[in-house]
Every structure is written in structure tokens, then in C-alpha cells.
């Protein structure tokens, strides 16, 4: 992450130099949303390098921003462009005002009369290389578990970090919570310039970073296109089908069946103009699993959803087995 011609930036020169003009960053928006963001990411960190906090920066800053609050922290953590690598960079330590304007505004949470926790010794937590189980108890503590609405104005980022501790530990155990302190993340990083954030002496970003490192369980094939994801899906008539992923052509055939099916239970099982409309999906793939996909589809159908269910196919034997009974089959890959 060096600014110099071996680090990052260096190496990535020629490539930020085609994302400069509007026609270009529109295209990049359609074909790699994700990969135009970790671009902006190094535009932003190659302007701080050359004139800290003014000039190009901040044009580029509140776009990083944006798209950071855009993706979301479960889409970064799981993307294989290194944008949260990327933002713990060593450029942040070249300007002294960035620190001084950081504790001015109070983000290092360094002034007395704190009421809700002892944020230093908190915040020290992080300077030791056994910080996992000391920050996993102060983020549980009695004192945020009880006060966190007040603790989120006294001390933003020390907020922050707790939340994300604790989105870690749900991306480990029970994943129901990670949205909850995932959200309350993204609310403080959406109000906070980077330059300040990497400067006020809490090791966010670095963090950020461990966490996208420490969770990813594996990688994965993305079987829809990025503009798909985006969008979501169109009728075949909307769409042309050559430009169409195999998984977009798979499910948006099954579309029209899928919501007839969804109207028709709705209408069946609730009164009044608010519908709740229903479609469930699973997916299946391996020797243990796919054999068992055509009885999984004959099991829904006894119990009357059978039409409102999309079976995600990972393999060629889940394939087989789904159209074997003509459910409402995607190819995928695992």
C-alpha cells in the first residue's frame, strides 16, 4: 500500500487513469460496481498521498464513502477486491493535522468525563496482539449492552468498534445478528471522513480489514452478473437473452410461474389490499444432497407450495433431479 511505484497505488496507475471521465466510470458502474469502487478507494488514497485533505481528495472520499455505505459491510467482506485492505494504508500517517483535527473533534474519545466506559482502556485493547477475548467482553459489557444509545454520541468509533466485535462474532455463530450491528457500523463510517477515522488512534480500518480476512469462509463463483444483481431480474421479453447470465435465463423463466404462484397464495390465505407474497428458496448440490432434491420438491408440493419454490441447482445431478419433476430449477455452480 505504499503511494511509491511498488505499492499498490504504483502498480494500479494505468488502470485509474481509464476511470477518470464520466462516460467511463458509467460503463465501469455497469460492468464491475465493485471493482470501480476500489478504484475511487486508490484515487482517494493516491490524492491524500500528494495534498492530504484537500485537492482531488475530496472529491473522491465521499464517493469511497458512498459506496462503501452502498455495499454494505457483508458484500465487502465477501468480495475478493481487497477495498477494506485497501483502506488501512499507510498514506493516512503523512499529515500530523489530520491526528490533531481528529482530537479536536473528540473521535479519539480522549476527554475526561466520559460516562458510559473507560474508551482509552478500550481502545488500548487493540494495541496488544491478544486483543480478541478483552475486546469480545468490554463489547458485551454490562455498560454497552445496557447504554448503547447513549454510548454512540459519547464516543462514535469506540461505538464502532464494538459493533464490530460483535458482527465478527455473529459472522462466526449466528449470523441472525450481523445485520443489526453491521447497520449501526455503516451509520458512523457514513458520517465520518476517512482521513479522520484512520487518524483519530482507533485501529477501524485496520480491523475492518482482519475481519473481511478472518470470516471468509471460502470462495465462491458469482453465477449472476454484477449489473443482474443490481437490477434484479427482468422477463426474458424486457431482457435479451444473450446478454443474459445462465442463471438470470434459468430463473427469470421461472418468473412468470413463481408469481402467478405467489398472487394465487396470497389471495388464497389473506384478505384486504396488503398481500403477503411468498416465494421460497433452497439450493442443493453433492452426492449427500442432490439425490434428494426431486423428493425435497414432491415434499413441498404435499404441502401446497411446491409452485412457489426455486431450487438452486450447484451441480449437474441437483440439475437433473429438479427438472425430473419439473420444478423451478437455476444452474449455479458451488
Known amino acids: ?10 502498480k494500479s496507475s494505468s488502470y485509474l487513469s481509464m476511470l477518470t471521465s464520466d462516460a467511463a466510470r458509467a460503463r465501469a458502474i455497469e460492468e464491475c460496481p465493485a471493482g470501480l469502487l476500489m478504484a ?16 482531488c481528495y475530496s472529491a473522491y472520499e465521499p464517493l469511497v ?16 477486491w481487497p477495498i477494506l485492505d485497501a483502506l488501512n494504508s499507510d498514506v493516512w500517517a503523512q499529515f500530523n493535522s489530520a491526528r490533531e483535527i481528529a482530537q479536536e473533534q473528540g473521535l479519539d474519545c480522549a476527554r475526561e468525563g466520559a ?3 473507560d474508551w482509552a482502556r478500550f481502545k488500548q485493547v487493540f494495541d496488544s496482539s491478544d486483543w480478541y477475548q478483552a475486546a469480545v467482553d468490554i463489547a458485551y459489557g454490562p455498560e454497552l449492552e445496557q447504554r448503547w444509545r447513549e454510548a454512540l454520541p459519547e464516543c462514535p468509533l469506540g461505538f464502532a468498534m464494538a459493533n464490530l466485535i460483535k458482527a465478527m462474532l ?25 482521513h479522520l477515522v484512520a487518524n483519530s488512534g482507533w485501529p477501524l480500518l485496520r480491523l475492518l480489514g482482519h475481519v473481511a480476512r478472518a470470516v471468509r469462509r471460502h470462495r465462491f463463483q458469482l453465477d449472476f452478473l454484477p449489473s443482474e444483481l443490481l437490477r434484479g431480474p427482468r422477463l ?23 408469481r402467478s404462484a ?9 384478505s384486504g389490499t396488503s398481500r403477503l407474497r411468498l416465494v421460497y428458496a433452497t439450493m442443493a448440490h453433492g452426492t449427500r444432497f442432490s439425490p434428494y432434491v426431486s423428493r425435497f ?4 408440493a404435499a404441502l401446497g407450495i411446491g409452485e412457489q419454490l426455486v431450487v438452486f441447482c450447484l451441480d449437474d445431478e441437483a440439475w437433473s433431479e429438479c427438472k425430473s419433476v419439473t420444478g423451478h430449477c437455476v444452474r449455479g455452480t458451488p
Not at 65 to 80: I, K, P
Not at 241 to 253: H, K, N, Q
Not at 297 to 300: K, L, Y
Open 236 to 258: 426474458p421479453s424486457r431482457l435479451p437473452e444473450a446478454s443474459m447470465s445462465i442463471a438470470m435465463r434459468d430463473l427469470s423463466a421461472c418468473l412468470p410461474a413463481l
Open 297 to 300: 420438491i414432491g415434499r413441498a
Open 262 to 270: 405467489a398472487d394465487h397464495a396470497a389471495a388464497r390465505l389473506l
Open 170 to 194: 455473529c459472522s462466526h455463530t449466528e449470523s441472525i445478528c450481523f445485520r443489526a450491528h453491521e447497520t449501526m457500523l455503516s451509520g458512523v463510517l457514513e458520517d465520518a471522513p476517512l
Open 65 to 80: 464513502r458512498h459506496g462503501l455505505a452502498t455495499f454494505g459491510l457483508r458484500v465487502l467482506m465477501g468480495t475478493r
Open 40 to 55: 475511487d478507494a486508490l484515487h482517494m488514497l493516491a490524492c491524500y498521498s500528494q495534498e492530504g485533505d484537500s485537492g
Open 1 to 10: 500500500q505504499d503511494p511509491g511505484p511498488g505499492g499498490w497505488l504504483g
Open 115 to 117: 460516562t458510559i466506559l
